[in-house]
């Protein structure tokens, strides 16, 4: 009895891991969970760093992801949302599941091959590169920093092939493996902080990043290979799929050479303040991804492939699109709310330790702070650049990123260079900027999909007084709540603060324990008022709230044809 029931159990998590999300709220539920999971263990991941190692360490770190980075999102991230995945699904809709896995090995091969070159001749001038892009850094820094960047390097060869596993599975809407993958790259880095520090000091993060790429890509094979991808050696660079994904992916190419000039800039600009100041600046960013993540992310890579099956259907692909970017600024504006009201708290509890200090905290949490300001803006620009995909135009999203970055640069230049503020000033430009392009795609959107603008308007401003309400009473109750605020030799409060002895329900944060109760209070009590305010103001997607939790409960699952299970019909 007791083997049945294990391979009942067993037979019940394969199904759950392999079965298809085939609507856009059960994919974007599996997506929003397994990216919680992912962000919260990159929390403790950059806890970890906190932990073992000075900021000063942390930013060289951080500093040697840059040039890796660079030129594996060039050559990656430029294809697959934009060119690959729409080319993908093109080929299997019309049942030519072979073509499309084809197309998917020789791309492969061609990026490898690409890489590999590139990488070569990366780990060559590693040095020289490192200096010129962190002009602030001593040389000793310059000389840790390429180091660093060479072991990076062979973590992003796996990438490299990972990420095209992770193209194919979404294309056939399997989302739940890709987005459990991040995972297993996360825990290599923490185990390797953990385990392997003491014996190489700021060098186990980096050899924990290679374990970590490597098990991204080991996760995605098997469900890879069910659905039936063969790798073959084929660098047939004129099959038309190839040459249509290449063609594609030009604009987004250009765009992201931007985009990594001005993450280079970040890295430029904040090292001219100090070393410490980019692992500042890079902790606040991880922070505010999580939300970006969980609900711009998830959602908009949910819909991706439904908007590009309805893109021909003016009416359906009005209808999900709506759908979807109301359900976005639903969840996303209220977090940015709290993340500006709680962004000491939240600093702390995420990076405070003995490493860590309280100016390195303060610094942290008004980056977060402005980084959340614009939160809507950026998840709504990865949202509305998806809509655009989803036609095949990857030019327009191109040009507005492209005017955007430069804005984003200057504005860096001039904060930093001119102005001589301190490193929140890049958060600042960044939402700024993130702000003014997701407002000028919904501009161009709405004019060529002839799409009512009152259905961007009415549901946003809904929202925003709700979210604007439950922050005042956050702001309230945090002040309330926190003893900081009444002691008389910081509070701002004078002679009015409490005396020495403490009313019950006022909280010493100093204590670990109070600061989590603290956060979660605020949090819980913000939560339910903005609930209420949207109940009051008639939000209509209160509704997707209980379809999540029975999605959560009780998962649908949707069984693959065998067709497509062995990759043939």
């Not at 040697?64 to 697959?80: K, V, Y």
């Not at 003016?314 to 993340?339: D, H, N």
């Not at 003995?354 to 942290?364: P, V």
């Not at 200057?410 to 430009?429: H, N, Q, T």
Request: aromatic share 14%; proline share 5%.
């Amino acid at each position: 009895m007791l083997a049945f029931y294990r391979m009942f159990l067993l037979k019940r998590l394969r199904d759950f891991i392999f079965s298809r999300q085939s609507d856009i709220l059960s994919a974007a539920v599996v997506l929003g969970a397994s990216t919680l999971a992912s962000m919260f263990l990159g929390l403790i991941r950059d806890r970890s760093l906190a932990q073992f190692f000075t900021p000063d360490q942390i930013a060289i770190y951080f500093g040697a992801f840059r040039i890796p980075e660079t030129f594996f999102e060039i050559l990656i991230f430029s294809s697959l949302s934009s060119a690959f995945i729409p080319t993908f699904i093109s080929y299997i809709a019309v049942k030519k599941e072979k073509e499309a896995w084809h197309i998917a090995s020789t791309l492969i091969n061609l990026a490898l091959w690409a890489f590999t070159c590139l990488a070569l001749l990366i780990a060559a001038f590693a040095k020289p590169i490192s200096a010129l892009i962190a002009p602030g850094f001593s040389p000793s820094d310059v000389i840790l920093m390429a180091q660093l960047t060479r072991i990076l390097l062979l973590a992003q060869a796996f990438f490299v092939v990972s990420f095209f596993l992770t193209g194919v599975l979404k294309s056939f809407q399997h989302f739940l493996i890709p987005a459990i993958a991040p995972i297993f790259y996360n825990l290599g880095i923490i185990g390797a902080t953990i385990f392997l520090s003491g014996r190489l000091g700021i060098y186990a993060p980096a050899i924990g990043a290679v374990i970590g790429a490597f098990l991204h890509l080991l996760v995605q094979v098997p469900l890879a290979r069910q659905l039936g991808f063969r790798p073959h050696l084929s660098f047939e660079t004129n099959h038309p799929g190839v040459q249509k994904v290449i063609k594609l992916a030009l604009p987004r190419f250009v765009e992201l050479i931007f985009i990594q000039i001005l993450k280079a800039s970040d890295l430029f600009f904040s090292s001219l303040i100090n070393t410490a100041a980019y692992s500042y600046l890079t902790f606040a960013t991880h922070l505010e991804m999580v939300p970006v993540s969980l609900f711009g992310f998830s959602l908009a890579d949910a819909a991706l492939p439904t908007l590009a099956y309805k893109k021909d259907n003016p009416k359906e692909f009005s209808k999900v699109f709506f759908a979807v970017f109301r359900q976005i600024v639903f969840f996303a504006l209220p977090i940015a709310a709290a993340f500006i009201v709680l962004r000491i708290p939240l600093t702390r509890l995420a990076f405070g330790s003995d490493r860590f200090t309280w100016e390195a905290t303060i610094l942290t949490a008004y980056t977060l702070s402005f980084f959340a300001v614009g939160i809507i803006g950026q998840v709504l620009t990865f949202y509305f650049v998806r809509a655009f995909y989803a036609f095949q135009d990857t030019a327009t999203p191109v040009k507005v990123a492209i005017v955007n970055i430069i804005l984003d640069i200057a504005l860096g230049a001039y904060f930093i260079m001119v102005l001589k503020l301190p490193v929140w000033a890049l958060g600042l430009s960044s939402s700024l900027t993130n702000l003014t392009q997701a407002f000028a795609l919904f501009l161009i959107l709405s004019k060529r999909r002839k799409l009512p603008v009152w259905e961007f308007i009415a549901p946003t401003f809904k929202v925003a007084l709700a979210a604007l309400g439950s922050a005042s009473v956050m702001y309230v109750i945090l002040k309330v709540l926190d003893r900081s605020a009444w002691d008389p030799q910081v509070s701002f409060l004078g002679r009015f603060a409490l005396p020495a002895e403490w009313p019950s329900f006022i909280l010493d944060t100093s204590y670990t324990v109070n600061l989590i109760i603290l956060t979660f209070e605020v949090l819980l009590v913000g939560a339910l008022v903005y609930l209420l305010l949207c109940r009051i103001l008639k939000v209509g997607e209160l509704q997707v709230l209980p379809q999540i939790w029975r999605r959560i409960i009780s998962p649908r699952r949707t069984k693959v044809p065998a067709s497509v299970q062995n990759g043939r019909e």
